[in-house]
């Protein structure tokens, strides 16, 4: 299997693991489990408070710290920049 394609199925389940997050949070309970990827989450409501909730629940749940720059809005737009945020705080802890 090409290492794109793995790749892809790797992007998915991350994918697939954050949304899951954000509905067991409750973060916008009845949007975030049918939101469009890239729908922005602050247009759909999400508040400051939420996103501290969020940002702890994903280093918990993936084994990862946000560094201080990365603990911004832009970060947590939307499910595709959380886990383009989560894909690549991974791989640098990679060897």
């Known amino acids: 299997m090409p290492a794109r394609a793995v790749h892809g199925n790797e992007r998915i389940s991350v994918?697939?693991?954050?949304?899951?997050?954000?509905?067991?949070?409750?973060?916008?309970p009845g949007v975030v489990e049918s939101v469009d990827a890239d729908a922005?989450?602050?247009?759909?409501?999400?508040?400051?408070?939420?996103?501290?909730?969020?940002?702890?629940?994903?280093?918990?749940?993936?084994?990862?710290e946000f560094p201080d720059e990365r603990l911004t809005r832009e970060t947590f737009r939307s499910l595709s920049m959380i886990t383009d945020?989560?894909?690549?705080?991974?791989?640098?802890?990679?060897p």
């Open 15 to 28: 994918e697939r693991r954050v949304r899951d997050l954000l509905v067991r949070k409750a973060v916008l």
């Open 40 to 64: 922005d989450l602050w247009e759909l409501g999400m508040e400051s408070l939420a996103m501290v909730g969020v940002m702890v629940a994903v280093e918990d749940e993936f084994g990862i």
């Open 85 to 94: 945020a989560v894909m690549s705080l991974t791989e640098e802890d990679r």
